[in-house]
């Protein structure tokens, strides 16, 4: 038990979080301590009669059964493996910057899943962030199933087809990847690709309640000055080169 602790308190605190109430719910539902149907998102309960939480826990619950327990694991090995990647390198130090992501891309799934009757939320939110971690490493030759190897970019729609095998819905995949191209196109590609806009930036509350071990650092979307200032001087527009790719936690 001494090594599951020591286990567990090793990931990054957002993701063990997040890990834990994906465990905690559905197994308060299995066990019947509170009725699962509390747990879905119905838009009927959650605008009419005012059930607020819904959004939250069908974030977190999956009724794992006999027919669905190996796609829950699945998708749990997802959320661990690719959360943990992202907060430990991408957003290394910044918490308040993945808190953001996550919170961007789940407004963005319960406003979908409200419109399209959508009444379960978890593998939207673990697919949208599994798109951003293979988007900033889209180079990287990653492995699956058989020895299958790719270039991380692909990964999420090899998941896509993958979680509709063993009993998934593309549709659940396919917003999770729509939202986390949002993300990444809105953050990172426009902004210092495309030189436009930056359209999101962290709110400075969350930098108060979780300031960044690297002190500075104010969002992501726009590149230093001094970085915009040389590659000018080399001719390059101001673009930002994504197709090399990077291993999350390399400096």
Not at 6 to 21: G, H, N, Q, V
Not at 134 to 151: E, H
Not at 241 to 248: E, I, P, S, V, Y
Request: a positive charge; aromatic letters at 20%.
């Amino acid at each position: 038990m001494s090594d599951i602790g020591d286990w567990f308190r090793s990931i990054p605190a957002i993701t063990r979080y997040w890990f834990a109430a994906t465990v905690a719910v559905p197994l308060v539902g299995k066990l019947g301590l509170i009725s699962p149907a509390y747990f879905f998102l119905w838009p009927e309960a959650f605008l009419y009669r005012f059930q607020i939480w819904r959004p939250i826990t069908a974030t977190f619950y999956f009724p794992v059964g006999p027919g669905t327990g190996f796609l829950y694991l699945v998708n749990l090995y997802f959320l661990y493996q690719y959360s943990t990647r992202l907060e430990t390198g991408a957003f290394d130090g910044r918490p308040a910057d993945y808190l953001f992501m996550l919170l961007f891309n789940w407004i963005c799934i319960v406003i979908t899943g409200l419109a399209m009757d959508m009444q379960l939320l978890m593998i939207p939110l673990i697919m949208s962030v599994l798109y951003v971690w293979a988007q900033l490493n889209r180079d990287m030759i990653v492995s699956f199933w058989f020895g299958t190897r790719f270039k991380a970019c692909y990964l999420p729609w090899v998941i896509l087809g993958f979680n509709y095998i063993i009993g998934g819905s593309v549709i659940n995949e396919l917003i999770g990847n729509l939202v986390g191209h949002l993300y990444f196109f809105l953050m990172f590609r426009y902004p210092m690709d495309l030189g436009g806009r930056n359209f999101l930036s962290t709110p400075q509350f969350l930098y108060r309640w979780l300031p960044s071990r690297r002190g500075g650092v104010s969002g992501f979307g726009v590149p230093p000055a001094s970085m915009r200032r040389a590659a000018d001087q080399n001719g390059g527009g101001g673009r930002h080169n994504w197709g090399q790719g990077f291993r999350l936690g390399d400096q």
